[in-house]
């Protein structure tokens, strides 16, 4: 693979200028609602049908929208209680399609959970190659530490950590602030990033 190209990929459309930080994949105003989702689905007593109840009811609600319905059905289908993966590339597909048609200001920004979702279902089914490429992506269109903590566990993955550790390196100093911020406490927190917590250290 080459890595140069990959660097390149990630910190190639950074300007300090015009930056805009993403903090959250999830807006603002639905986060409560999505964290509570999140919440039951790692709880150990976590059953699917109910976990899909929890989301028609904060969507019918109006605590999320659409595309947080289908991002929640993807997690659920994706969940080790479920593991449904064929359900949940299905799932993928109905959010592009609903982005597509939404279109607007944020397209960039429901795409980018589009790929996040996509490279999901390939990191858990074992093709981390095509995980990267897919977190890759969606770093590309939606700058965050979320996306770009989801591209170096794809690379820790592979095999890769020395290449790992050095788009760590160089993210840390190109990148502002806020997103290295929020890289280290996801790298503080995340398994799949702990080879990466003594250059935190």
């Not at 603002?28 to 007593?45: C, F, N, T």
């Not at 019918?60 to 449904?84: E, F, T």
Request: aromatic fraction near 8%; glycine fraction near 6%; include cysteine.
């Amino acid at each position: 693979m080459n890595y140069e190209a990959l660097y390149d990929r990630v910190l190639q459309r950074v300007d300090h200028d015009a930056y805009l930080a993403w903090a959250d994949s999830v807006p603002q105003a639905q986060r409560a609602a999505m964290a509570e989702i999140g919440a039951a689905i790692q709880s150990s007593s976590f059953e699917a049908h109910t976990g899909r109840a929890m989301a028609r009811e904060f969507l019918d609600s109006g605590r999320i929208d659409r595309l947080m319905y289908l991002s929640a059905l993807h997690v659920i289908a994706m969940s080790p209680a479920v593991k449904d993966f064929s359900e949940a590339a299905r799932l993928v597909a109905e959010r592009e399609q609903l982005a597509l048609a939404m279109g607007g200001p944020d397209l960039d920004m429901h795409l980018a959970g589009v790929d996040r979702h996509r490279g999901a279902l390939a990191f858990y089914q074992g093709h981390y190659g095509v995980a990267l490429d897919y977190f890759s992506r969606a770093f590309e269109r939606q700058r965050s530490p979320g996306n770009l903590s989801n591209v170096l566990s794809a690379l820790i993955r592979l095999g890769d950590v020395t290449e790992a550790r050095e788009l760590y390196a160089r993210v840390r100093c190109s990148l502002p602030v806020a997103l290295v911020s929020g890289l280290d406490t996801l790298i503080s927190l995340d398994p799949d990033l702990a080879l990466l917590r003594t250059e935190n250290s």
